[in-house]
């Protein structure tokens, strides 16, 4: 657990982000992750209005060759997280 904007969150666990949430933006999913400087960010990912395909072996194939997974290594990315999800 971490303190996030004075409220407690877990680290490093993607939570998909409710559509009555505006505040939070136009994304899908979110997870909070520490920074190199030990702090605590907030990571927003994914189109709300797409459909995951992921169980479709092309469609995954070409996902994580577009997004270049095999390179994404930092947590405080999008792309990691969204090549996590695929």
């Excluded at 904007?5 to 949430?21: F, M």
């Amino acid at each position: 657990m971490a303190i996030y904007k004075g409220r407690k969150v877990t680290l490093n666990k993607p939570t998909r982000i409710s559509k009555g949430q505006t505040s939070y933006g136009k994304k899908k999913f979110q997870v909070f992750v520490k920074n190199k400087n030990d702090n605590v960010v907030r990571v927003t990912f994914g189109d709300p209005n797409m459909k995951i395909r992921k169980n479709e072996p092309s469609r995954r194939k070409s996902f994580r060759a577009r997004h270049k997974c095999d390179t994404a290594k930092d947590k405080t990315s999008a792309r990691y997280w969204s090549c996590k999800k695929w």
